[in-house]
Structures are given as C-alpha cells and as structure tokens.
C-alpha cells in the first residue's frame, strides 16, 4: 500500500464560522448553535495558501496565496465573490473590480489597518502596499527597507492611542516598525483619497525604524498593555524580545525576558484576559507568563515532563484570573522504555491544563499530524482539532477528520446544557462524567418555575412535575426558598396552597425562613378572609399587596374609601401592629380616617 503525502493544513474562525484548508479544498462549517457543515471550494489546483483569515465582523474569507492572488469567500454565499492577483487577471466570476497592484510582487503577508476599510499588504521587495476598499484601488506605496526579504516575514497592524503601528518581522532576523502619527487623519486620507499630495502626507506622517531580533524564524504581534506601550515578536531558537514603543519619542528598546538555556524554542506567545497577561510555551514545555502591565514575571515553570514536547498551544478560555486560566497543548510524546529516546514509538495528546498547578485535566490521544485549531472561544466547541489519517498507506482511503472535543471540561460542558435548558441531556452527562446531579436537578426547577410563573394556564401535569423534582433535591433550605419563591410567582391559590403544605415535609433549619413561611400563611388567610374564595392572584390583583407586606396602610384606607368598613376593621385587628406604627409616624392618622369616613357617608347619603 503506497503511502500519501500528509496535506498542508490552515484553520481560521470567526467565533461562529470554521474555515479549514486542506491542500487546496477549503471546507466551511456553522458552529453558531450546532456544528453544521456548509460547503466545500476547490481553490485552484496549484493555488499554495500563505495564510486564510476572516475580516473583522464578517462572514468573508481572505485567502492569500503564494503567487500573491487574493481570494475573498463569502460563507453566506457559499462562493468566492472577488479575487484579484497581480496580472490583473480574473479568476472566475467577481462582484467587484480587481485591482492590479504589482506586475511581479510576491506577497508575503496581509492585514487590515485597524478601524478602517484599508488592506496593507507586504511585498518580497519590501514594499508596503495599501489598498481602499471603498476606491478599489491603490491609495500608497511605500518602502520600508532597501534590502528585500530574502526568506519569509510576518505582519502585524494596531492602534495604540493615536497612532498606528505596523510591525515586519521577517526570518532574516529583522523587525520592522512603521509608526504612523495622527492615525485617525491617515486613514481618512488612505480610505477616500488617491493622489500624489495624499500620498506624501501619509509619506510624512509615517516613521519606520528596523533592528536585527533575532536569527531565527519570526511572527509579530502587536499588543495594547495596560500601563505601557509595547510589541514583542514570537522567537524560535531565543527568547520572547519586547519591543517597548516610547510615549513621547519614537525609539524601541528591545528587552529579552528569562533564561533560553532552560526553554528551547518557542512554540508560541499569545495575549489574554483582554491583554492581562503575556503567555509563552516552549518547545520543551516552558511556561512563563508576565504581567503586560508592569512587566513583572508571574510564572516561569516546565510544565510538560521531559518526554514531551510541546507543538501546539491555544487559551481555552478568557478568564481574569491568572489561576482559572486553562490552555490547551497538543504534545509529542516519546513512550518511555529501555530503548534510546529517538527509537521509542512516538504519540500525540491534546492536554487541557489549568495555569493554576499545571496538571492535566484532560488528554486525548491523537495522529501524529494533528493540529490544533486556534479560534475565538466558543460556548459549545471548546477545542478544535483537524487529524489527517490514513496517509501513511495505514487505511485504504486517506481523509481529514475534524474532531470536536467538549468533554475536556466536562464542568463547563455541563453548565452549557444547562443554560441550554438540555436537561434531559444535562442529566445522562452529569452521569457519566459523575458530576453533581442535584446541580441538574436544581436547573430544572428553576426553569419551570419560570413556565409557572408566566400567567399562563398551569397545567396539572407540570405543576406535579415541579413537586417531582422538588423531590429529588435534597437541600431542604434551598427547596423551602423555591418555595416561598413559588408562592410570590403562582397566580392559583391551588399551588400556592400546595406549594405552602410541601415544605411542611421539610425540615428547614434557619429561623428566618420558618418565619418568612409562618408570614405568607397569615397573609394568604387574610387575603382569602377578605376577598373570598374565588379571589384572582393574578399580577393586577391586591394579592400583590399582601406579598409585599408593608402596604396594609394603603390596604385599610382602600377599603374605608370604597366604604368596606367590615373588611377594613379586619385588616385593622389582623394588622393591630402595622397601624400602631403608621399612628405613632403620622400625627394626623385619625383626622385622615375619619375624613374619608365622612367623604364615603356624605357620598352615600346624597345618593340615596
């Protein structure tokens, strides 16, 4: 059986939408509720993709290709809707004009120009090349070094303040920073202007300055800290340099941060918690993160064993907290055994660890090719991998296998069912994995509770099926709250009544609630007493009064005005307490009382 060449893989996302390309097919899912495939494109049989990304709030793809033709795919549409390459030829249908940018310009990489409409594009020959997507054309060139990039190079485009920073840093071991003034005033220009005297402001308007990084193999990322200004570029072979961007002077101070004899290469830096903390994982499993806001090292720990190699890495989730961070790595590694390391049999995991101790909390074996695929986090598809199988002649067909992995936090899986209001699904998961059942049972409570309270004729059958999984819950104080609530949220006296008689079952604990209960009896008697027994407790009715209690002032004067003198007297005797304290506050109680008395007897008499 012959074996076949593993594929080029690249993902991208935009939190609802999943773009994977393999080779030169490019396959859309929908994973804004259910992971739902769309379609698949074939690009073009000798199209190599550089890098895929969506454009910011969309639901288009930009695909840049190595013969530097830019493909745009609308997921909506399902099709490519604009390519433009740099013969100015058309690749199939195009709803926009294309735009000829360079006769023989290879592209080396793209990115928007933050909070605009404007493409940059970096050329082979160390050009930066701007594009309106507004005119459809070219709005500026300009030349950022003289030497032209000899082997790849990265790009990163961001706002800080008023300016604009565009960082290069290429695998000659150079970097690159452009440092546009009153951005706001360039982007207008860029976006709607195209002349030779808005090309020299912009020209005047931007300060570029490059220092030797690094030897190694390069990719930027530009990043707002909260108390400095600053940039790092992601190093192989070195450690991560911070590039600290002057608040009054445009000079950069390139700063290296911890010890490249116990790290190894790196793997990947990344921000999170909205730029709190700066992550870095070593090929070897270093892990070190700073403080973005003071610099300060907060950790600096192997977390792998000596066994393992890291590959890949991606924050699962934002969170503020430094310690309920979880990162997710894909990791090689070599079995142990008697035999020399580079003999033993070689296996993939993805690990879900917590920054808190760094343990595993969860690992799954997969390919050897595997890839982790880095996207915004999302409610229902935690971690995202894509596995090519069957390449190494081991299966009759060769195939890429996308696998979605939600029980690594099996937690937080549960608590989106929940929010799901899955319950039934919530209940077999909770099972499974062991978690709190009562967690479950609560939830469900608590929503049809909600379906009780609607004003909506309540069916018996759910009423009885809210007793059932009362039931089930075994916190005898916390029922007696669902309780108490029920009978502040019910408009039928016959659950109300119901709901009072169950936690007499109960055996509560806290005084106050005993109280609360012994207080909502009285006052259902009182209201009953009152207004009989075919009283409505809808939301408009006085039933509402009676829950607030501490309105039996305006319940008394409502009735001596409607000249209910009877029921008037029994709020005054059931409520001796209440009126004692409304005479002693308002000196002139009586006078008030006795007015309306008269009012309702003058009116009375004239008209009879």
């Known amino acids: 059986m012959v074996a076949m060449e593993t594929p080029t893989i690249k993902g991208a996302s935009n939190g609802a939408d999943l773009a994977v390309l393999i080779d030169q097919d490019l396959s859309l899912f929908d994973f804004a509720f259910t992971f739902k495939f769309i379609v698949t494109l074939h690009l073009a049989n000798d199209a190599e993709a550089l890098a895929l990304d969506f454009l910011e709030q969309s639901r288009v793809l930009a695909v840049l290709t190595r013969d530097a033709c830019l493909i ?17 030829l058309t690749l199939g249908d195009s709803v926009m004009p294309l735009i000829k940018y360079s006769d023989d310009a290879e592209a080396l990489a793209l990115d928007f120009l933050e909070q605009s409409r404007v493409l940059a594009v970096l050329t082979r020959d160390a050009c930066l090349i701007f594009i309106s997507v507004k005119l459809e054309k070219v709005v500026h060139r300009m030349k950022i070094r003289e030497k032209a990039f000899t082997k790849g190079a990265s790009m990163s485009c961001v706002r800080i303040g008023e300016k604009g920073v565009i960082c290069v840093c290429s695998e000659d071991g150079s970097c690159t920073v452009a440092t546009i003034s009153d951005y706001d005033q360039v982007l207008t220009v860029l976006e709607n202007d ?12 931007t300060d570029v300055k490059s220092t030797l990084c690094d030897t190694g193999y390069s990719q930027t990322e530009v990043v707002r800290s909260l108390a400095a200004q600053l940039m790092f570029p992601r190093e192989k072979d070195r450690d991560t340099q911070m590039a600290m961007l002057g608040a009054r002077e445009e000079k950069y101070s390139f700063l290296e941060h911890g010890d490249a004899r116990d790290r190894g290469e790196c793997v990947r830096a990344l921000t999170c918690a909205g730029d709190r903390y700066l992550l870095e994982v070593s090929r070897r499993g270093w892990l070190t993160v700073w403080d973005m806001g003071t610099m300060v090292q907060l950790k600096h720990k192997r977390i792998v064993s000596e066994a393992e190699e890291v590959k890949g890495l991606t924050v699962l989730d934002e969170q503020q907290s430094i310690d309920s961070i979880t990162i997710v790595l894909v990791v090689d590694n070599r079995m142990n055994g008697n035999t020399e390391a580079s003999c033993r049999p070689l296996i ?17 074996a997969v390919g050897s090719e595997t890839i982790l695929l880095s996207f915004p986090p999302h409610e229902e598809f935690s971690i995202l991998i894509v596995e090519p199988c069957g390449f190494n002649g081991g299966l009759d067909e060769a195939g890429v296998r996308i696998r979605v992995i939600t029980e690594s936090q099996p937690d937080a899986r549960l608590d989106r069912l929940l929010n799901r209001m899955k319950f039934d699904d919530a209940e077999i998961f909770a099972k499974q994995f062991k978690l709190d059942i009562q967690k479950v049972h609560k939830s469900r409570v608590n929503s049809i509770l909600s379906e009780l309270s609607s004003g909506e004729a309540v069916l018996r059958e759910k009423f009885d099926s809210f007793l059932g999984y009362l039931d089930l819950i075994t916190d005898h104080n916390w029922v007696t709250e669902i309780c108490i609530a029920g009978v502040t949220l019910c408009h039928s006296f016959e659950c109300i009544s119901e709901l009072l008689r169950y936690v007499d079952k109960r055996d509560i604990s806290d005084e ?20 009989g027994p075919k009283a409505s407790f809808d939301v408009e009715s006085p039933w509402a009064k009676f829950i607030d209690d501490s309105l039996w002032k305006e319940v008394f004067l409502e009735f001596c005005k409607d000249g209910c003198f009877s029921e008037a007297l029994i709020v005054w005797q059931r409520y001796l307490k209440e009126m004692r304290e409304w005479m002693r506050e308002e000196v002139d109680t009586l006078q008030q009382i006795v007015s309306l008395i008269q009012q309702v007897v003058s009116g009375n008499a004239l008209i009879s």
Do not use: C
Request: proline residues 0%.
């Open 348 to 364: 993939k995991f993805v690990q879900v660890r917590s920054l808190r101790n760094a343990e595993v909390a969860y690992a799954l």
């Open 194 to 205: 195209a002349t030779a005297d808005s090309s020299a402001m912009v020209e005047s308007k």
């Open 72 to 88: 745009f795919i609308s997921v909506k549409l399902e099709k490519v809707v604009h390519r433009m390459d740099k013969e100015g």
């Open 512 to 531: 106050e609630t005993l109280e609360r209960l012994a207080r909502l009896r009285y006052n259902l008697a009182s209201y009953r007493l009152l207004y």
